[in-house]
């Protein structure tokens, strides 16, 4: 059965630190692989996905996650965080070539960016 | 540049009512997924539909629970006799149909927080 965890419920970093969101995911298939942020009381947007090709993907604000088959892991990163990015994210993954398009999601992580 | 609209955006019932959540798709899809949130966790899938079709429901209680999404209009998510435990936030999503670029991404809506009483 697929799983997705996220061991981190609840992160608190430092503005301009790094952070790195853990995620890691079970199935039997290949798999696509997404980020959504959720903002207090707003509903979930589209950080980045895998879907293909390179294993790095970038986000337009600055977030990457790197995609390890071998580890079946989706960790999500970025260099220097900011207050803007307090929010909760959560990891989740499709399993297309089962027929199966829906999503299945971590219980989330909470970021909190201390100023 | 209309996205996954969803109303009501907060709701309360009593125990025992009924509930209607609505969603409409993003301009151009044609397939619906609902979601719930119970306080705390993350999305667990509900239901799979496409108009007049549902593709997969393996995430709906057996009881009281439905959804559809007709030819015309939105896709209604109704629950019957609601209780505490329905409490949640219910998320719609859409995305294109299958062959269609973008197939892969589901677009998700604000969400309607239900509050049961």
């Known amino acids: 059965a697929q799983s997705v965890t996220q061991l981190d419920s609840q992160v608190p970093v430092f503005e301009e630190a790094p952070v790195e969101l853990r995620c890691n995911y079970s199935?039997?298939?290949?798999?696509?692989l997404f980020w959504y942020v959720q903002y207090p009381n707003q509903g979930l947007q589209l950080l980045l996905k895998?879907?293909?090709?390179?294993?790095l993907v970038e986000s337009i604000n600055g977030f990457e996650a790197e995609f390890n088959k071998s580890q079946t892991s989706f960790h999500l990163r970025k260099p220097s965080v900011h207050i803007s990015d307090t929010a909760e994210y959560f990891c989740?993954?499709?399993?297309?070539?089962?027929?199966?398009?829906?999503?299945?999601f971590g219980t989330g992580t909470r970021l909190t960016v201390i100023p | 540049n209309a996205g996954v609209m969803q109303n009501p955006r907060h709701l309360v019932r009593r125990r025992g009512q009924e509930a209607r959540l609505r969603c409409s798709p993003m301009?151009?899809?044609?397939?619906v997924y609902w979601y719930r949130q119970l306080p705390e966790e993350g999305l667990k899938f509900m239901v799979y539909?496409?108009?007049?079709?549902?593709?997969?429901e393996s995430g709906m209680p057996k009881e009281r629970f439905s959804a559809e999404f007709p030819k015309e209009g939105p896709s209604i998510l109704r629950i019957q006799q609601v209780v505490r435990g329905d409490s949640a936030a219910y998320f719609c999503?859409?995305?294109?149909?299958?062959?269609?670029?973008?197939?892969?991404?589901?677009?998700f809506g604000p969400g309607t927080r239900l509050t049961v009483l």
């Open positions: 539909l496409q108009k007049e079709n549902i593709i997969d």
């Open positions: 301009k151009g899809h044609s397939h």
């Open positions: 895998y879907l293909s090709g390179s294993t």
């Open positions: 999503a859409s995305s294109p149909r299958p062959g269609q670029p973008g197939e892969d991404t589901q677009y």
């Open positions: 199935s039997s298939v290949s798999v696509y």
């Open positions: 989740a993954v499709s399993e297309p070539q089962a027929g199966a398009n829906n999503l299945f």
